[in-house]
């Protein structure tokens, strides 16, 4: 089972799927509280058996340790799921690895590395018909490149979303990507409010 998460900053966090057992406890991913009750949790599945149960185990670890600030131990941890994960049986799961890294990378400040992960993570949704996962993690690439300045590559990728979502009518993320692709050109006028998660947040993978 799959969810995923959005987040600029750690209160904006909120599970998009039914599945509410580890997104619930991500409502405020500020309070500590809520951040130590899901790690206890993920460290008590430790002892899970099969490789989807330790990928999942690797992967969330991953994404809890990037929410919390502690970037060094979430690109171990999703480097972990990645190596547990196979190109051939699991190519989309590599992909949502890929993202979830990326994201990691690029709060770090390794631009280049993020870019590189983002674009594989692309091709790979794209390539096995994920297209919901690919426009999520073009709207992150997008903001990647944005934060880098090359604003023209940026505008191609937030297009490139849009057009996803157009196509899957999904009318909140069409006006993010409008309010995304606005900023981009410095137009705020035309800008409307919209609850998380949306394509003006990162998005992350997670999984059960």
């Not at 990507?177 to 035309?190: P, Y």
Request: glycine share 6%; proline share 3%; hydrophobic share 40%.
């Amino acid at each position: 089972m799959l969810f995923w998460l959005a987040a600029c900053q750690p209160t904006e966090v909120e599970p998009v799927s039914q599945t509410q057992s580890f997104g619930s406890l991500f409502v405020n991913g500020s309070d500590k509280a809520a951040v130590d009750a899901f790690l206890l949790h993920m460290r008590l599945s430790a002892s899970a058996r099969s490789t989807q149960e330790q990928v999942a185990y690797y992967n969330n670890l991953g994404v809890a340790a990037d929410l919390t600030g502690n970037y060094t131990q979430a690109v171990a941890y999703h480097e972990q799921a990645l190596a547990l994960r196979s190109p051939l049986s699991d190519p989309t799961g590599m992909a949502r690895s890929y993202n979830n890294l990326a994201i990691v990378y690029r709060l770090q400040g390794k631009q280049a590395e993020a870019l590189t992960l983002y674009a594989q993570a692309v091709n790979l949704f794209d390539a096995h018909g994920q297209t919901r996962y690919s426009a999520y993690t073009l709207g992150n690439y997008a903001q990647a490149l944005q934060t880098q300045g090359d604003l023209q590559a940026a505008r191609e990728k937030y297009m490139a979303a849009l057009h996803i979502w157009e196509n899957l009518q999904d009318a909140t993320q069409i006006a993010a990507l409008q309010n995304a692709l606005a900023m981009l050109s410095g137009n705020t006028a035309g800008r409307v409010t919209i609850d998380p998660p949306t394509q003006g947040d990162i998005i992350r993978f997670v999984e059960e």
